[in-house]
């Protein structure tokens, strides 16, 4: 069952779950809400900090790897299923898919995103984890994210994959 929050100062609409499932750091998700504020809207437990570049956390994903970090890009995709993950990709096409939730994990958002983010800023919080994705869980995504029959039916091949699972967001609208 899901809650729909209206930010208000951007008229964006939001959904979230509602959520007992505890965050990549072991504690609670302090909010499945999201709220609004000059132009951005924040969703979970999201506090200010310097962020990394999507290329640094890249780079350094390796010794970043179960690390607690925030990064900060440009939203090249978003779930348009549930809002449940999203990409920050690099000008060399690299990706970082920022998760709300673990793969066999319990699917139930704390946080999701703005279905209608891509091309926006944000700054993600969360945990950088090194991943292999199977065959079945890119085509997932891949649904998810709007390809075609022909484009998921081409993933044969399971992917090392760096992801962020998000304990909150602020996403410039």
């Known amino acids: 069952m899901y809650k729909t929050l209206l930010a208000a100062a951007c008229g964006v609409a939001l959904s979230a779950c509602m959520s007992t499932s505890p965050a990549a750091t072991g504690a609670p998700v302090a909010s499945s809400t999201a709220a609004s504020t000059a132009g951005a809207v924040t969703v979970g437990a999201f506090t200010e900090g310097t962020a990394l570049t999507v290329d640094d956390a890249l780079a350094q994903s390796a010794t970043l790897s179960g690390q607690t970090v925030r990064v900060a890009g440009t939203i090249r995709q978003v779930c348009q ?43 993600v919080v969360g945990t950088l984890n090194l991943t292999e994705e199977s065959v079945a869980r890119r085509r997932h995504l891949a649904e998810d994210g709007g390809a075609t029959p022909a484009q998921i039916a081409a993933i044969t091949e399971p992917t090392r994959s760096v992801t962020l699972l998000a304990t909150g967001a602020r996403i410039t609208m």
Do not use: N, Y
């Open 81 to 123: 299923s549930m809002g449940c993950w999203m990409t920050f990709s690099t000008a060399q096409g690299q990706t970082i898919r920022v998760l709300t939730h673990e793969e066999g994990g319990d699917e139930t958002e704390a946080i999701t995103f703005p279905k209608d983010a891509a091309g926006r800023r944000a700054e």
